[in-house]
Structures are given as C-alpha cells and as structure tokens.
C-alpha cells in the first residue's frame, strides 16, 4: 500500500491534535546488526524527521517526543555522552528546517539538569522558533513525570502557603498550570515503539485519556506511513471518557 493511500484514509476532521511518542528500540536496532547502541540513536534521527514532517504535513498541532528520561542519567557514560552530543548537533542542525516550516520548539524536563552546551542550544531554537504557529515540537528531555507532578506540588504548596492561592485553587485546571505542559491540550494518542508496552514514568497526569498504540518496529525503522497507521488505528476507536457508547451516539 503507498503511503499516499494510507494518508488519504485519515479523516482530517477527527485528527488527535497532540500526539507523544516513546521512541524506543534503538539500542536493539542497532545490536541486530552487530553495531553498539550509539549507531541506533543516530539512525534514530531519521525517523524524527520522518515522523515530525508527517505530522505536520497532516496538521497535527503538537508533538511530544520522549528523547531522554531522568532513569536515562543511569546509562553508561559513554552512552549519555554520545547521546547529549547528538541531541545538540541534532537541534543546531535541524533548526534552519523548523524555521522553514514553521514548527516551534519547546523542552519539557529537568532542562537544568543537562549539560550547559545543550541547555543553550535548546534555549537558542526555543527563542528562534517562538512565533512559529504550525505545529509544536515538544521535546521531553531529562524528563519524568513522576518529578514534574512533584514540582507542581511543591510550587502549589509554596504559593498556599505565600497565600497566593486559596484551598478552591486545587482544582485540576490549576494544578495543570503547574505542570511542564502548560498550555498545551493533552495528548490524545501516545505511540510506542519496539514492542514494549509500559508508560515509562512519561506524561502519567497528561495521558489519563490517551489511546494507546503500541507497534512492534523499532524507532529508526519508523517512516510517515508508520505514523498514518496509528492514527487510523486511532480514529477507529471510540472515546468514551467514562461515558456509554449509547450516551455517545445520542450526542
Ligand atoms: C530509546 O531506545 C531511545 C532513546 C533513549 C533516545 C532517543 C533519541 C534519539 C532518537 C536521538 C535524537 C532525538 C532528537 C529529538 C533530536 P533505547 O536505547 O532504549 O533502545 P533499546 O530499548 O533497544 O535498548
């Protein structure tokens, strides 16, 4: 099947307008050929171009990548080394093609955490890209969620107690403004690669709705057509949000 069929059976009314994806697998991809694990992140570039241009080829607002995790700081060094080099040369590569379609950039994480040279990288594209309005690329980077939900809490602590905000401010709405994500809509599909079917400690608040898709290629394997394929598995699905399918059709 062309990919251009498979594009064309999308129904572009009910497209998610934010998709996070967990791009894992590429370690294996790389050991299948006898190559160290470095190799696969590497190739795994590709397929970031290839998923993020498809996605804003469809009009997809947002889209989340989970490129490196808090539990990642515990990988040998060599591993974290190369992968912080890639992600910069990645980002100061990349970013004359953001530019040009019109996709900004944002980080989610422990920005603090990562090695200056990045940080600066990262805040470099950020500002460039800002005005961008197309689609959203949003990079989770020395991420967890189970830390950001914390920050959230200890920043709505500080402010009760500052008596900046009262007991009706712990609402979920409030309580979202605290979170990494802030202002942008929830992700509707979450995609993971490589067979492995887990959340990862990965946007656990912002996921509560998602649909789920999980495929069995690993991440430098994945092109456009993969991307169509999970979100017409996607559309196929009924969301119920703890509604009856017979309270859904009445509506
Ligand atoms: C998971 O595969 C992948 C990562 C931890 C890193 C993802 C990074 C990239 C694709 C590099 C570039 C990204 C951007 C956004 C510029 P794994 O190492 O866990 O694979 P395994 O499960 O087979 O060991």
Same mark, same amino acid.
């Given at each position: 099947?062309?990919?251009?069929?498979?594009?064309?059976?999308? %129904?572009?009314?009910?497209?998610?307008?934010?998709?996070?994806?967990? !791009?894992?697998?590429?370690?294996?991809?790389?050991?299948?050929?006898?190559?160290?694990? @470095?190799?696969?992140?590497?190739?795994?570039?590709?397929?970031?171009?290839?998923?993020?241009?498809? $996605?804003?080829?469809?009009?997809?607002?947002?889209?989340?990548?989970?490129?490196?995790?808090?539990?990642?700081?515990?990988?040998?060094?060599?591993?974290?080394?190369?992968? !912080?080099?890639?992600?910069?040369?990645?980002?100061?590569?990349?970013?004359?093609?953001?530019?040009?379609?019109?996709?900004?950039?944002? $980080?989610?994480?422990?920005? $603090?955490?990562?090695?200056?040279?990045?940080?600066?990288?990262?805040?470099?594209?950020?500002?460039?890209?800002?005005?961008?309005?197309?689609?959203?690329? @949003?990079?989770?980077?020395?991420?967890?969620?189970?830390?950001?939900?914390?920050?959230?809490?200890?920043?709505? $602590?500080?402010?009760?107690?500052?008596?900046?905000?009262?007991? %009706? %401010?712990?609402?979920?709405?409030?309580?979202?403004?605290?979170?990494?994500?802030?202002?942008?809509?929830?992700?509707?599909?979450?995609?993971?690669?490589?067979?492995?079917?887990?959340?990862?400690?990965?946007?656990?608040?912002?996921?509560?709705?998602?649909?789920?898709?999980?495929?069995?290629?690993?991440?430098?394997?994945?092109?456009?057509?993969?991307? #169509?394929?999970?979100?017409?598995?996607?559309?196929?699905?009924?969301?119920? #949000?703890?509604?009856?399918?017979?309270?859904?059709?009445?509506?």
């Amino acid at each position: 099947m062309s990919s251009l069929s498979l594009k064309d059976k999308i %129904d572009l009314a009910k497209l998610p307008k934010h998709i996070a994806v967990i !791009m894992d697998g590429n370690g294996r991809w790389a050991k299948k050929q006898g190559k160290l694990r @470095v190799f696969g992140h590497k190739n795994g570039v590709l397929a970031v171009r290839e998923i993020t241009e498809a $996605a804003a080829e469809l009009g997809v607002k947002y889209l989340t990548l989970y490129a490196f995790s808090k539990e990642n700081w515990n990988r040998p060094k060599y591993e974290v080394d190369a992968l !912080m080099s890639l992600l910069v040369s990645t980002i100061g590569k990349e970013v004359t093609t953001l530019q040009k379609n019109n996709i900004r950039l944002k $980080a989610i994480g422990d920005i $603090a955490s990562l090695p200056l040279k990045n940080q600066r990288e990262l805040e470099k594209a950020i500002t460039l890209t800002k005005n961008n309005s197309r689609m959203t690329l @949003v990079l989770a980077l020395s991420y967890g969620s189970r830390w950001e939900i914390l920050q959230a809490a200890k920043s709505m $602590a500080h402010k009760y107690k500052e008596g900046l905000i009262s007991d %009706d %401010d712990f609402v979920e709405s409030r309580f979202e403004a605290e979170l990494n994500t802030t202002g942008f809509p929830e992700p509707e599909l979450m995609i993971r690669t490589s067979g492995e079917k887990r959340i990862s400690n990965f946007l656990l608040w912002q996921l509560a709705y998602a649909e789920l898709y999980f495929t069995e290629k690993l991440w430098p394997d994945m092109r456009k057509e993969d991307l #169509f394929e999970a979100i017409l598995d996607y559309q196929r699905r009924e969301r119920r #949000f703890g509604k009856t399918s017979e309270q859904l059709q009445n509506n």
